[in-house]
């Protein structure tokens, strides 16, 4: 195997807004930042969604900038496909070891031209359209993916040559092998992001098996311009759904899946989803059925108020059970709090709002301490929420809890603050006397 | 208006020898499979002033860079035109060419000649042909009328004045002078530690308030590049980023010296009685000095929102009171250590009555003498409430809780455990609509206050409780800094609290170049929160100021002196203060100025002047005619 | 890139295939029998559409194909150029195959 | 070479935000989405800079069309946007004065991904000005 030392202030896990975030602040101030991403692109959760709550702005126009910024900055490298394997103490900083994955042709090379990717014969469904949209067996990740780059996925490769036939720079390596880098890091910034919990985890809910039963994510797909059916429409047959039901919490605050936390963004993402739904299909009717509204950050409740304005209907109830009918309709079973009344209703779509977790967990890797929730524990959480249980490795956005983006954007900053002060070794702040202190008065003009 | 064709030509740029080059790519095929490149290059060659036309199989690939740099000295070319992929993908790539073959990296422009030819043109390779000619054509007018520019560089003083010193004041100044930087903590009041020092334990690490602070001041008054002065005010502020200048006026002496430990608990102490307790007396007499400053934080958080006489009976009975009260209650001890008591009256229920001031509605809620309703949700209010009603049933278990709430928002680390531990052990919790806020009376039998709601948790039954303390949970408003937002030009937003540049692009920024926000002045938050603000705060400083010197593209508007004619029609369009602004020349005239440091680049003000004196570098007018003109030639 | 990079690179490229395949020991058989099960039903929605342009539940009508799997078939071939979205009939789009230019 | 409009098909300006539009078109390309070979995207950082006269003088040159595509409320830049819609309200007088058509001038909002958008706001103006030339022609 291919082995490389790379020396750098900063590693940087994840390549998501929390990771490209950090990264700027700490090019920025002048270190180096090598960011490890273990997807094809950088961009995270963020790059993929339609519209952000609460101005609606459209997530790729504010996404893309943060990522192009990265890619451009003299002091920031990114490596994809890239995790680590195994983290060391080495003097006072760390040695990482990463693991990259082949792409199977020469990045430098490939001008994400795609004609790889229409050659291909291999028809697969595509992971970053939420399983519902396809891909190839050689594609460009999506759009605005950085780098614009192809890769193969040799394990659905069926060996046919096509792309390499069809590249015009004859960039596609078959024989690519992982390759494994060594990082010697002055200080480590985890930003490792978030999945949901998985659609089985509630038997009650139809175990994942529910064609029209779909998470929070797949339909931002559905409401983004460049979706998987280029409008929403819902799986099983392509029908434009008339109406839509939200089930909140449906895989939060719930002890008997192992999620008893809030995960903090679905009530917005829903309300978000309503309103952009109601944009999209003018019939549409939306349900939202819930336990507790959170809208608690700035302009969140002036959006849910305007939201209830629009006609979007808020449910005060549980739902006990989800099942389908002969057109595969998710039908609801729930009870009413208001009114007391069990109730059944049909929809043509459901969306689940799943739970959030950890996308990594850090322990095999990198022992830091982690909560009982499976996130990134902080040290010192009121005054310092970014630093963990390992002086120099930091934390931020959604590794150390659910949040949502201008949260996670902050919390980035703040641990490209630590970190930045950790290199500068200013944080022997002996107790100093009177005497010992020099003048400080301020800068006097005048 | 009468048209000088040769400005819009470029006559100005004949006076240089122009000598351009272009560059035509066939992105392996991407590019030459629809467009016919050669009969580009062709027409290219044509083209006024191009002196080299050249086609690579990929510009962007060492080979094609190299041709570039030849070129550049062989050819002694002095403008270059590539036609390729966006300029999103390589513009850096070919400036990065250009400076190293040792011209201006800001003489190059591109053609788009992929993603806005070639791809949307397959089913007409003679239109797309045609179109690629036309933009190399507009890209070569451009270039033609290019200048060299320079990244402008502004001074700047490596210090910052943070303004607050609550909990994100503190965290901010200590992270500032953590990377290295100067920092000047003001504070209004003769102490620090803001609201958190009236709290006790703080969820979720459950650890005493002062002794957090404690240690926070204790740090941050020890660090040598911090100076503190309290019973502090701003009086006035002028400058912009880089070197503001702000004038303080600061009662007694400055603090030079590091707090003492005594000092500290003594303060923080004071503090528990409330906003008005004892505190440190610095001493008669008033000092004013003049700061200067790279940049200012604002820190300068919130106020507990104060209910009108009688707004759920507030102010008509000694047993309605605010949560702030409350828990200054809990932490003095004057509910008492045997069975609860306030005030003389014995206390067995409670009612906490959630958005007091908070997401109020119009038509729903009275204003009460108020100028505007508070629509926004206070965010921390709910979990702190239900911490209070915690802590009271450790310490009095025969206590009876109820809580009424539109919804329970305790969505952060740790807060959902609080809830469920409340419910188990015995809060009763009610939930009224938003649209039906409860009712507090006072009756004239025991208990003395009446809670009466419908409560949707009971199928919107119409319930009345009687308490003998009902606890109003009032949330934020922003502190009144009239004054500083007036005196820095600051935007707020409709809620009052201040606005940010952009809550996810540009979240701890102001409109206003230099100034930054961290903390509750900008929104409702909680301690973690307000503590990674103050911390995202310091890192953005740090990043402008550790050079010494603060770097911005060179893309800003620019003054012809000899063509302005003082009209101060751009100084009234601009939308930036003093981006733009009029000056008395030698000879007396006025002629308006930029000020880089502000001019934020969009071009407002050169639309509306009426000599074209006022041009955005990079993007003037006359390179936009030129290239229209360009588009229009038939090759 | 020369002529003789080119030919050169489809030589490489031809003997790196087939070090994969004896790599890889060939294509292996569940790879094989999903592509040709797609192949199948590729054609099938294809062969439906020759009519006309119709939609999923119309093509699932006429194939005996589930709904679901013509309707994705139908996206992907949407987002390769292969069909297009017609006029929408009711609740549902119809979709019509595009002409090879 | 000449210049000048005569016997070739009506020429299209779009004005594009180097923000938001002009990532659009460029996002266009990227899903090999095909359109009229007479629309020329100029990139510009806002089109606030513009005054009346310039998109007079574009028209008198001999475009037939100008779409100015913004950012809409998503500008970056304090007031800009509110700004050029007022002035495109103006030259739109301006125009009736000289009785060109003011559907030949448009400004709308598109974002990074509006490829959608972009090509159907691109296909309207290459509708109207082929029709207005057609008629011109016939005209004349």
Redesign the interface.
């Known amino acids: 195997m291919e082995k490389q030392n790379i020396k750098t202030d900063v590693l940087i896990i994840g390549g998501g807004i929390a990771g490209l975030q950090a990264a700027l602040d700490l090019g920025d101030q002048g270190f180096s930042v090598l960011i490890v991403e273990k997807e094809a692109s950088i961009g995270g959760r963020m790059i993929n969604l339609s519209k952000v709550f609460p101005t609606l ?2 997530s ?2 504010i996404c ?2 943060k990522m192009a910024a990265a890619a451009h900055h003299d002091k920031i490298s990114i490596m994809t496909l890239a995790q680590p394997t195994n983290v060391e103490h080495q003097g006072a900083g760390f040695a990482v070891t990463v693991r990259e994955q082949p792409r199977y042709l020469n990045a430098e090379d490939c001008t994400g031209c ?1 004609l790889c990717e229409y050659a291909c014969p291999v028809d697969l469904v595509h992971e970053v359209e939420g399983n519902l949209g396809a891909r190839k067996a050689i594609y460009v990740p999506f ?2 993916a950085i780098p614009q780059v192809a890769l193969l996925d040799m394990d659905n490769c069926i060996m046919c040559g096509a792309c390499e036939k069809a590249c015009p720079t004859h960039c596609i390596d078959y024989l690519q092998e992982p390759r494994e880098h060594t990082i010697e890091a002055g200080a480590i910034i985890v930003a490792t992001g978030l999945d949901l919990a998985p659609m089985d985890v509630k038997a009650e809910y139809g175990g994942g098996k529910l064609v029209n039963v779909l998470h929070g994510l797949q339909v931002e797909r559905l409401l ?3 979706g998987p059916y ?1 409008r929403v429409l819902r799986p099983s047959d392509g029908k434009v759904p008339d109406t839509v039901a939200y089930i909140q919490c449906a895989g939060s605050r719930d002890h008997s899946i192992g999620i008893p936390y809030c995960s903090r963004v679905c009530c917005m993402y829903a309300i978000k989803q309503a309103m952009l739904l109601s944009g999209a299909l003018p019939l549409v009717e939306v349900f939202i059925y819930y336990m507790d509204i959170r809208a608690f950050g700035k302009g969140f409740e002036e959006f849910y108020q305007n939201a209830k304005a629009m006609g979007i209907e808020f449910i005060k109830a549980k739902v006990a059970q989800i099942t389908e009918d002969e057109h595969r309709n998710p039908v609801l079973r729930y009870e009413d709090q208001v009114t007391g009344r069990v109730e059944e209703r049909a929809h043509d779509l459901v969306v689940l709002s799943q739970g959030v977790v950890p996308a990594w967990d850090p322990r095999a890797v990198l022992p830091v301490e982690v909560g009982g929730d499976g996130f990134i524990a902080a040290a010192n959480e009121n005054v310092a929420p970014c630093r963990t249980s390992i002086t120099g490795v930091f934390a931020a956005g959604v590794a150390t809890g659910p949040k949502d983006i201008p949260d996670s954007i902050v919390q980035a900053g703040a641990a490209a603050a630590e970190a930045a002060a950790y290199l500068r070794g200013n944080d022997k702040v002996e107790s100093i006397t009177t005497a010992d202190r020099p003048a400080q008065r301020p800068v006097e003009v005048g | ?1 009468t ?1 000088d064709k040769s400005q819009h030509n470029g006559e100005g740029a004949d006076a240089e020898n122009i000598r351009v080059g272009v560059y035509i790519c066939h992105c392996g095929g991407n590019i030459s499979d629809t467009v016919e490149i050669e009969r580009v290059v062709e027409a290219a060659a ?1 083209m006024p002033s191009v002196v080299v036309a050249r086609r690579n199989m990929f510009m962007c690939s060492d080979p094609g860079q190299s041709m570039i740099e030849e070129d550049i000295r062989t050819e002694r070319l002095n403008r270059v035109v590539v036609g390729a992929c ?3 993908l390589h513009e850096l790539t070919f400036r990065g060419v250009l400076t190293r073959a040792g011209i201006n990296p800001y003489l190059f422009e591109n053609a ?1 000649l ?4 070639s ?6 390779p003679t ?2 042909t ?2 690629a000619i ?2 190399v054509g ?1 890209a070569v007018a451009k270039a033609r009328l290019l200048r060299p520019l320079e990244p402008i560089r502004l001074e700047a003083t490596p210090r910052v004045v943070v303004i607050g010193g609550g909990l994100t004041g503190l965290r901010c100044a200590l992270d500032l002078a953590r990377l290295d930087l100067d920092v000047t903590l003001l504070e209004e009041q003769p102490f620090l530690g803001g609201h958190l020092a009236e709290l006790g334990q703080v969820y979720p690490s459950d650890k005493p308030a002062r002794e957090i602070l404690g240690e926070l001041i204790r740090e941050v008054s020890a660090h040598p590049r911090i100076c503190i002065l309290t019973s502090a005010e701003v009086i006035e502020a002028s400058g912009c980023v880089g070197t503001f200048l702000l004038k303080v006026r600061a009662a007694g002496e400055m603090e030079t010296q590091c707090f003492s430990a005594e000092r500290i608990a003594a303060d923080l102490a004071s503090r528990a009685h409330g906003p008005n307790g004892d505190h440190h007396n610095d001493g008669a007499g008033t000092t004013e000095l003049e700061i200067q400053a790279g940049m200012a934080v604002l820190a300068t958080g919130f106020d507990h929102y104060t209910p009108s006489q009688g707004e759920y009976g507030y102010e008509e009975h000694p047993g309605i009171i605010t949560l702030p009260a409350l828990i200054r209650e809990l932490e003095s001890g004057g509910l008492g250590s045997g069975p609860p008591a306030l005030n003389g009256r014995p206390i067995n229920s409670i009612g906490f009555i959630h958005c007091v001031g908070s997401r109020e509605l119009d038509g729903v809620h009275d204003q009460n003498g108020k100028t505007e309703l508070n629509h926004y949700c206070s965010r921390v209010c709910c979990t702190s409430a239900l911490w209070a009603a915690k802590q009271l049933q450790a310490r009095y278990p025969d206590l009876q809780i109820y809580d009424f709430h539109k919804d329970i928002r305790t969505y952060g680390h740790g807060h959902e455990d609080i809830y469920e531990d409340t419910a188990k052990s015995g809060v009763i919790f009610c939930r009224f609509a938003d649209t039906a806020p409860p009712k507090v009376t006072v009756t004239e039998s025991d208990p003395p206050l009446m809670i009466s709601l419908k409560d949707e948790l009971t199928f919107n039954e119409e319930i009345d409780v009687p308490v003998d303390l009902v606890v109003l949970v009032t949330g934020m408003v922003p502190h009144a800094i009239d004054n500083l937002v007036d005196m820095l030009k600051l935007p707020r937003s409709a809620d009052r609290f201040l606005q940010e540049v952009h809550p996810k692009l540009r979240p701890v920024e102001m ?1 206003v170049n230099g100034v930054l926000i961290a903390g509750c002045c900008q929104a409702p938050l909680d301690s973690v929160e307000s503590a990674a603000a103050a911390s995202a705060a310091a890192a953005k400083a740090a990043a402008l100021l550790g050079k010494g010197y603060i770097e911005r593209e060179p ?1 800003v508007a620019r003054v012809d002196q000899a063509l302005c004619n003082g009209t101060s029609a751009c100084v009234e ?1 601009c ?2 203060n003093q981006a733009v602004s009029l000056v008395e020349t030698a000879g007396g005239a006025r002629k308006a100025q930029v000020n880089a440091a502000i001019c ?5 003000c ?3 002047c009426p000599t074209g004196a006022i041009q ?1 570098d990079g ?1 003037r ?1 006359d390179q ?2 030129a ?3 360009a ?5 | 890139m020369t002529v003789e990079d080119t030919a050169k690179a489809q030589a490489g490229a031809k003997s790196a295939l087939k070090t994969l395949r004896e790599r890889r020991g060939g294509v292996p058989r569940e790879l094989l029998d999903a592509n040709k099960e797609t192949v199948k039903t590729r054609k099938a929605v294809i062969d439906a559409l020759a009519g006309g342009p119709k939609t999923a539940l119309q093509i699932a009508a006429q194939t005996g194909l589930p709904s679901q799997t013509v309707f994705w078939h139908l996206m992907s071939m949407k987002k390769y ?1 292969k069909v297009a979205e017609g006029e929408a009939d009711g609740d549902y789009f119809t979709y019509g195959l595009v002409e090879e230019k | ?5 005569s016997g ?2 009506p ?1 299209i ?1 779009i004005l594009a935000t180097e ?2 539009a002009y ?1 659009g ?14 629309a ?7 089109p ?4 009346e ?2 998109y007079l ?2 028209f008198d ?3 037939d069309g100008i779409l100015v595509m913004t ?1 809409g409320h ?1 500008c ?5 946007y509110d ?1 050029t819609a007022q ?1 495109i309200g103006r030259v739109h007088e301006l125009m009736k004065e000289r009785g060109l058509d003011t559907r030949r001038l448009r400004i709308c909002a598109i ?7 972009y090509l159907k706001e691109v296909k309207a103006m290459v509708e109207l000005v082929s029709q207005e030339q057609a008629a011109a022609v016939g005209g004349s």
């Open positions: 702005d459209c790729s126009c893309t900038p795609r759009n605005n983004a311009p460049h280029g | 208006m048209e044509k966006s300029p999103s788009n992929r993603e806005q030819v791809w949307v043109s397959k089913g007409d239109g797309a045609d179109k036309r933009l507009a409109a893309f369009e939308k930036y934020c680049g969009c071009g407002m050169a639309a509306v955005v993007w007018l936009f005619d290239m229209i003109d588009l229009l030639v038939n090759y | 150029g | 070479m000449t210049a000048g409009n070739r098909k020429m300006l923000a938001c990532p078109a460029d996002n266009t390309g990227q899903i090999h989405a095909e359109y009229s070979t007479n020329y995207v100029v990139r510009v950082p806002a606030v800079q513009f005054n006269e310039f003088r574009c040159k001999g475009i950012c998503e970056p830049y304090a007031g800009a700004r002035r974002c990074t991904v509006c490829s959608k958008a």
